[in-house]
């Protein structure tokens, strides 16, 4: 049998026509990746710091704001200071901060991946808000929270149909808690936080609502139905201070309709990055 004899250019042409054929690496589909390493603007509204009067507002933010304090990647992050301000004078009684938005794609399947730290924090006895997913075409949100002063993070819907528990019979909004694990959110560590929102499709009970802290789910809530018609897309995420008493500090803020994973800068597990085969009966001069 006769074998053929190609040159080092023609097996490089070949090659690349073959893999044209194999599956390339994954990624998550990730719209925004913050670390608070750069200005707050243009990407996020600070706007709030002065009541809408200057948009997109103070390029640092004012509380929350950009801080040097403590980072979990690079210098920065994003601080939230409880410990002044607010209409009343007291944080843990309904002021504090403001709230900054910073908008993404429209899905009806939105995720998150943040890293979370505190110091000295003491969360309100009613609620401490943290962040909402906010969509544009109708009235629904989510929001991740810390309830009656808890210390383990809870996922809220804002409003809802009626729905079986943990839902109560006439309420608007729903506390879905921690049913599937507990990590009660100690001072003085970094802790990487995902959440998960499906939202339910017309007339069918198919939402969930998913979070992990340290790859350890929290919470699993599935078969729901959130809402009716039209079916939300959520495309702003809202961060809030809001309610409480120490330091809170966000860092490595990512937002996808995609499980992001807490591997920052880390390929998926998953991803298959074998390269194609050589061709056999080739010989190169």
């Known amino acids: 049998m006769r074998v053929g004899t190609l040159t080092f250019s023609q097996i490089a042409a070949l090659l690349i026509v073959l893999s044209l054929g194999f599956p390339t690496p994954s990624q998550a589909v990730t719209f925004w990746d913050e670390s608070f390493e750069g200005h707050l603007t243009p990407n996020w509204d600070t706007s709030g710091c002065t009541n809408g009067a200057v948009s997109p507002g103070p390029?640092?933010?004012c509380n929350p704001r950009i801080s040097t304090d403590i980072a979990h990647t690079g210098t920065k992050s994003l601080k939230g200071d409880y410990n002044s301000g607010g209409?009343?004078?007291?944080?843990?009684?309904?002021g504090c901060g403001t709230f900054y938005d910073r908008a993404h794609p429209g899905t009806t399947d939105v995720w998150t991946r943040f890293y979370y730290y505190t110091v000295g924090f003491t969360y309100y006895s009613v609620e401490t808000k943290h962040f909402f997913h906010?969509?544009?075409n109708t009235?629904?949100?989510f929001l991740v929270s810390?309830?009656?002063?808890?210390?383990?993070f809870t996922l809220n819907s804002e409003s809802q149909l009626p729905a079986p528990p943990p839902c109560r019979s006439g309420d608007a909004s729903c506390n879905y808690y921690a049913n599937m694990g507990h990590v009660s959110m100690a001072d003085g560590r970094w802790y990487c936080v995902e959440t998960h929102v499906k939202e339910n499709s017309v007339g069918s009970a198919n939402g969930s609502l998913e979070m992990w802290i340290d790859g350890v789910q929290t919470t699993g809530y599935y078969n729901r139905q959130f809402t009716d018609s039209p079916v939300p897309l959520f495309d702003i995420l809202r961060i809030y201070?809001?309610?409480g008493t120490g330091l809170m500090y966000y860092d490595d803020f990512a937002v996808g309709d995609t499980r992001?994973?807490?591997?920052?800068?880390?390929?998926?597990a998953s991803t298959d990055i074998t390269p194609p085969a050589t061709p056999e009966g080739l010989r190169a001069q």
């Open 59 to 61: 390029l640092d933010g």
């Open 260 to 268: 992001i994973g807490c591997d920052v800068g880390q390929s998926p």
């Open 134 to 136: 906010k969509a544009h």
């Open 87 to 94: 209409t009343d004078g007291l944080c843990g009684r309904g």
């Open 241 to 243: 201070v809001q309610a």
């Open 146 to 152: 810390n309830w009656n002063g808890s210390r383990e």
């Open 139 to 141: 009235i629904r949100d």
